[in-house]
């Protein structure tokens, strides 16, 4: 009896999807540098050699800084989870190294914890 099934601990299409979401990713935060961030920019450096009460650009600037530490963060969960596959040894848990459910990364392909080590982790390391 021959069987033909992808194996649970190599799920190639994940890898797809992570280059997909990879690029969406790209084009929003260059879309986001070219607009609201770019503008910002443009503005506080014209400013700054105008007048040195720039605290509402400062503001500006640090809002723009914290959605782009988020999206950072999310490029570098992407690229960990590519060089895993690349290493095979994508889908086990970095902590416990038990292997992690294919559902769980079919729902988040940069899980790199199992759900119970996650959540050790985000108690250790809370996120806003
Ligand atoms: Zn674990």
Redesign the pocket.
């Known amino acids: 009896m021959t069987q033909h099934s992808t194996p649970p601990d190599n799920p190639t299409a994940l890898r797809g999807q992570l280059l997909a979401q990879r690029t969406e990713l790209l084009e929003r935060m260059a879309y986001e540098r070219g607009g609201v961030m770019g503008r910002a920019e443009v503005a506080a450096n014209q400013y700054e050699t105008a007048s040195s009460d720039n605290a509402q650009l400062r503001t500006e600037r640090e809002t723009n800084f914290a959605m782009s530490e988020h999206e950072t963060a999310e490029l570098a969960d992407i690229d960990r989870a590519l060089e895993l596959m690349d290493k095979g040894d994508y889908g086990t848990?970095i902590?416990?190294e038990?292997t992690i459910p294919v559902a769980r990364l079919i729902a988040t392909p940069t899980a790199l914890?199992?759900i119970?080590?996650q959540s050790a982790h985000e108690s250790h390391h809370p996120q806003i």
């Open positions: 848990c902590d416990c038990v914890r199992c119970a080590c």
